[in-house]
């Protein structure tokens, strides 16, 4: 490969205390992630899965080891540029698609936008191309309540690639989606991956898992596999 | 994120929970509303007692027989010796009197035709009218002859003319004034309440002389009594210095030795009117604090629903670190909320504060003094309160954790 990881884990452990109790989540992950690769996570609930997204997704840290992201270490940023980061490098689909309920499509896709300080975009047409690329050009003042699960996830989507992330990471993101939409969202995602984003996604599915070129196997805050599909 | 952003969205929020937003603006309203009040009854108060002030001669000095014993406790009037007309004569001839006038004053019964009135009786003379800036809108006042012969004449005020007569024109007309008759040769423009309430147009003013000899009658041992003496301090003369050689010269007048308490008293008006003014301050500061008061409890409201929007929006703030808003972009939007908030009662207050304002200057009697200045100072209040009460809700919303707000439950 020879190419810088855009993610790269170094003995990473995350350990939550709860009262006297220790939860040892990540026991000491090695993991490096290349620009471009679509990955999936898979493994037993509780095998520590959302707990390596947090960390990659800047929105916790580490309480051993180094996590890196496109080679600025997480651990040494301030909270602004961990938000900066989170705006215009990484891009979350959540399982609950966690949209705004008041907002209608366009401005849940144009929210992360607002927080965008360092370009000058058009809002508003950025948020409407995002949505006519996830084929929801017909529905940009739907609120969430009017679409179907596959469309609220489409607006997550959407929603994701507004800040034109280098990293999309999808926790569970056709979790709570019927088999035929979570195909529809997932060969969005590989299409996506076609246009040079790096995705990892976690999943129970194997056959969701099967759109990813790589599938890693957690088993109790370890990674117990870890194999590349030859494409 | 720019704060015209955040202020538009905070806008959304107040509607997207109108009947919230207004439950929690209402202490905020009523503290505005109040504090504009206040403010306005304290200026129009104010305006009202400049304007008495004026209208009473801010030039006059009043003297009266009797003593301000230490202590204040003051003696009868009634046990000192009266004033007389030679003392009248002996004060216009000091430099600084631009007028003198003497009075005599008594309760009376008038009576014309069939109908009775109580009202009061000024016996004076024409210098009176001058002091009291106080022109008759019929007929005459009374000439300086009429006063040395006691004529038989009467001026009257407006209320006199309503209540003796009807309305219908007095002039020519007999008064019997404790069954004395005289006849009413002027009617007085129309003064309206005094400070104290009482009505300054219900009086029969007749010549100083006719009243001491034909209804009042003169004092046991002084003759050619008055009982209060009106001094106009000519143009020129400073009031307090006058006030201080009158004193002195009347002091001379009526013997009084060297460290004698004086058996009279010389006052203006203005520090009268001021004294109750006084007062009138204190209730003013007391009503501007319970405003201040009901503002803080108002904040105190806003404060403790931001405190429960920032709990149930948790999860929503986790969203937007998530997707890249930094700590002050939320603690921007809810400051922004809590001064949308707190702005949209102040202007609700504002407006109930012109119609407060306005009823208190119709049942107070005074113009409404709302200015400019007493419109920013409540909506500046309102910001400040929100800005203040906001702060903390903010804080803490801003501070949350990015992941543990998102996974809130
Ligand atoms: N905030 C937390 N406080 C305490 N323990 C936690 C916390 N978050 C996760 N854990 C624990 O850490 C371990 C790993 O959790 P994690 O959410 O990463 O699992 P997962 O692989 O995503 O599971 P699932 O497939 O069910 O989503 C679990 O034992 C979980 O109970
Ligand atoms: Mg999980």
Known sequence: ?231 | MKFSVAIASAIEALFANLLRSFLTMLGIIIGVASVMTMMAMGEGAKARIDEQISALGASTLTLRPGSMRRGGRSMGAGAATPFTEADLDALAALPYAGAVSGQLNSSVTAVSGQTNWSTSLTGTDDAYFEIHDWHPVEGRIFTPREVRTGAAVAVIGKSIVENLFDGTDPLGQRIRVNNVPVSVIGVLEEKGQSSFGSDRDDVIIIPLTTARNRIIGAHRTTPKNVSRIEVMVADGYDLKEAQNELVEYMRDRRHIKAGGDDDFMVFNIADFVRARSATQATMGVLLAFMAAVALFVGGVGVMNIMLVSVTERTREIGLRMALGARGSDIMVQFLAEALVLCGTGGLIGVTLGFAGSWIAAKTGGWEMAISPQITLISLGAAVVVGLFFGYFPARRAARLNPIDALRYE
């Open chain 1, 1 to 231: 490969m020879g190419q810088a990881p855009i993610i790269e884990a170094r003995q990473v452990t995350k350990v939550y205390t709860m009262g006297d109790q220790k939860v040892h989540a990540l026991r000491g992950i090695d993991l490096e992630i290349a620009p471009g690769e679509f990955t999936a996570i898979m493994g037993p609930s509780g095998s520590g899965k959302s707990t390596l997204m947090n960390l990659i997704g800047a929105l916790d840290q580490p309480t051993s080891g180094d996590m890196r992201i496109e080679g600025h270490s997480l651990s040494t940023m301030r909270p602004d540029d961990l938000a900066d980061l989170r705006n215009r490098t990484l891009g979350f689909v959540f399982q609950q698609f966690n949209l705004l309920p008041r907002a209608n499509a366009l401005q849940n896709v144009k929210l992360p936008l607002r927080y965008a300080r360092h370009e000058h975009i058009d809002a508003d047409a950025r948020a409407r191309e995002c949505l006519e690329l996830v084929g929801l050009g017909e529905r940009m003042d739907h609120r969430p309540a009017q679409l179907s699960g596959g469309q609220q996830q489409r607006v997550a989507i959407a929603r994701a690639l507004a800040g034109k992330p280098h990293i999309i990471l999808a926790d569970e993101p056709t979790g709570a989606l019927d088999t035929k939409t979570s195909a529809d969202i997932m060969e969005l995602l590989v299409s996506l991956n076609a246009s040079g984003i790096t995705i990892i996604l976690v999943t129970h599915e194997p056959e969701v898992a099967e759109f990813a070129q790589r599938q890693i196997h957690f088993r109790d805050g370890l990674i117990e596999s870890d194999e590349r599909r030859a494409s």
